[in-house]
């Protein structure tokens, strides 16, 4: 069977978006692509024009997904010990949940975080959408603790009084 390639000018379900470069069957092409106007024979031209297409594309879909991003506000509680010393750290499959959790789906990959964070404060991590669009989401590690002030002293433990044997 005779495969031809083809660059999508609209994106097509289980095929792909637009932009894209697919081997389909010729008669597929030929009866369903070509004549809706849905996609064009591969030539240099055409790869030009679709290229064009597809960094359009990337640009809308990356800028609306950033806007959301960077808009977004994640907080971390974690436990600490004295001083503010956090247990753990806080990784890109902790913040990769937490997106997808607030509703925006994107593969965990994307997600740039080279150290996993181990400080409370204030933090930003880099999402790349796309070759050319990237995103800084910034999100808050709290403690769960509650402060105690230094200045305070600290409430001796009462201790059970052992009875007489």
């Known amino acids: ?97 937490k997106l997808t959790a607030a509703g925006v789906t994107l593969d965990r990959k994307k997600i740039q975080l080279f150290t996993p964070v181990k400080t409370i404060g204030r933090h930003t991590v880099k999402v790349k959408l796309h070759a050319d669009v990237t995103a800084e989401v910034p999100f808050d590690v709290v403690s769960e603790n509650p402060i105690v002030a230094e200045d305070e002293p600290k409430k001796p433990v009462a201790k059970k009084a052992e009875g007489k044997k």
């Open 1 to 97: 069977m005779a495969n031809r390639e083809i660059l999508l000018l609209k994106p097509v379900e289980g095929l792909g978006g637009e932009g894209d470069q697919v081997k389909v069957r010729a008669g597929y092409a030929r009866n369903y692509l070509l004549p809706r106007q849905i996609g064009v024979p591969v030539n240099e031209a055409n790869r030009k024009q679709v290229e064009a297409l597809r960094k359009r594309r990337a640009e809308r879909e990356g800028q609306e997904l950033t806007k959301k991003l960077e808009k977004m506000s994640l907080a971390f509680p974690v436990k600490t010990g004295d001083g503010g010393k956090m247990f753990g750290a806080i990784t890109v499959a902790d913040i990769h949940d």
